[in-house]
């Protein structure tokens, strides 16, 4: 759709009259999996695809939601733009006004609201996220707040607590709200402080393989993953005063690992701590231009999230399995909350035509499901479009 459709249906909806438009991407992660709620590292990159939020302010006290891919639409009081509306998916922006609102603002003005995504939903690329943050971005220009955008990617990440009630971190936020075209980003998730690293990869592309799986990110599953991971930080504290997985380095997990009696407590941490490390190791090496070693860390990366953290599942693996067999694949591996959604995997240019035609019949073959391919870009995070 091209931003000339997206004002004629604007403009079909609420009306002729002045628009403006923003936008906010997904995001892929490169490495980094359930690090993020632990104080760890993360590397992921915004793409090129995401969520179009269409506006125009009015002089009526209410607020109009409509999507391009939502039958629901809901016309909202000001007063009301914290209130969350049974399960639907207005409650995402919904819970980004809320944390405008916590902070004393009140909205005088209303607005009409046109959104729009082209990022699969479900698949793991966090399409909420970017409607978290594009959310944020629009409210705080349209409405002249000045809030930075490192405290929009939290208010979209407090609106994703406790309005979706998934316990998520921050790294989906930040990546919507502070990408760079062709630049990943490493992030501390305890500090926030972060590094944009170009990613320059010569003769290789990212492709992004959508299980097309029907089980979408379990909310409970993922919650409670959480509680583990805070299970362990509770039974290393006798041994070594940690607030946070992220806090403790390999070295020192490999002398407590055995004071975790609950053996999936310890695998939990086991991941998470081995995760960190293979992380940091990561942008080391992509730094030093060591692709072949980037990769080797993605797979290590998708066998301890598939052992050790068990958030993979048939599809997933099948896929990562069947991409292991592609001669030019350097590495690839679940990526995302998991439970279904996509994997990320480098490929050599050569080899990205048999890539998606082998990896996409053998999977379909295993899995009955049939499968998409994207080859990433990676983008700007989100931005006022017009
Ligand atoms: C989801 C969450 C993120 C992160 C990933 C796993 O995408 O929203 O905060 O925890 O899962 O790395």
Request: a negative charge; proline letters at 2%; hydrophobic letters at 40%.
């Amino acid at each position: 759709m091209t931003i000339e459709q997206l004002k004629a249906k604007f403009i079909e909806k609420f009306g002729e009259g002045e628009v403006s438009g923003y936008f906010s991407p997904g995001r892929v992660n490169l490495i980094g999996e359930h690090t993020d709620y632990n104080g760890g590292f993360v590397f992921p990159c915004a793409l090129s695809f995401g969520i179009y939020c269409l506006v125009r302010k009015t002089d009526r006290k209410t607020v109009r939601f409509a999507s391009l891919d939502m039958p629901f639409e809901a016309e909202v009081k000001v007063e009301d733009l914290n209130k969350a509306i049974g399960k639907e998916w207005v409650n995402y922006p919904i819970g980004v006004f809320a944390q405008f609102m916590k902070k004393g603002i009140v909205f005088e003005q209303g607005a009409d609201l046109l959104f729009y995504g082209d990022v699969p939903t479900g698949a793991g690329l966090s399409s909420s996220a970017a409607l978290e943050v594009v959310t944020g971005v629009m409210i705080n220009d349209v409405y002249g707040f000045g809030i930075d955008r490192i405290e929009l990617a939290k208010m979209g990440q407090k609106a994703e607590h406790e309005y979706a009630l998934v316990n998520c971190g921050i790294m989906d936020q930040f990546a919507s709200a502070m990408g760079k075209k062709d630049h990943a980003i490493f992030l501390n998730c305890d500090t926030l402080s972060y590094d944009l690293v170009p990613v320059k990869l010569e003769g290789v592309k990212i492709v992004i393989s959508n299980t097309n799986s029907p089980h979408k990110l379990d909310s409970g599953k993922y919650n409670e993953r959480v509680a583990e991971c805070h299970a362990a930080v509770k039974a290393i504290q006798p041994y070594q005063q940690i607030n946070a997985l992220g806090e403790i380095s390999w070295e020192d997990f490999l002398k407590v690992e055995d004071k975790i009696e609950n053996e999936t407590v310890r695998r939990r941490a086991r991941h998470v701590v081995s995760e960190i490390q293979r992380t940091t190791d990561a942008v080391k090496e992509l730094k030093a231009g060591n692709l072949v070693k980037f990769g080797e860390l993605m797979n290590g990366s998708h066998d301890s999230l598939r052992n050790d953290y068990e958030v993979t599942g048939f599809e997933l693996d099948t896929m990562v399995e069947e991409g292991r067999k592609i001669a030019g694949v350097i590495g690839t591996r679940m990526t995302g909350g998991g439970f279904g959604g996509c994997t990320v995997s480098l490929v050599k240019d050569e080899a990205v035509e048999t890539f998606i035609a082998q990896v996409g019949k053998n999977y379909h073959e295993k899995t009955g499901l049939t499968p998409v391919f994207y080859v990433a870009e990676i983008g700007d995070g989100g931005k006022k479009l017009f």
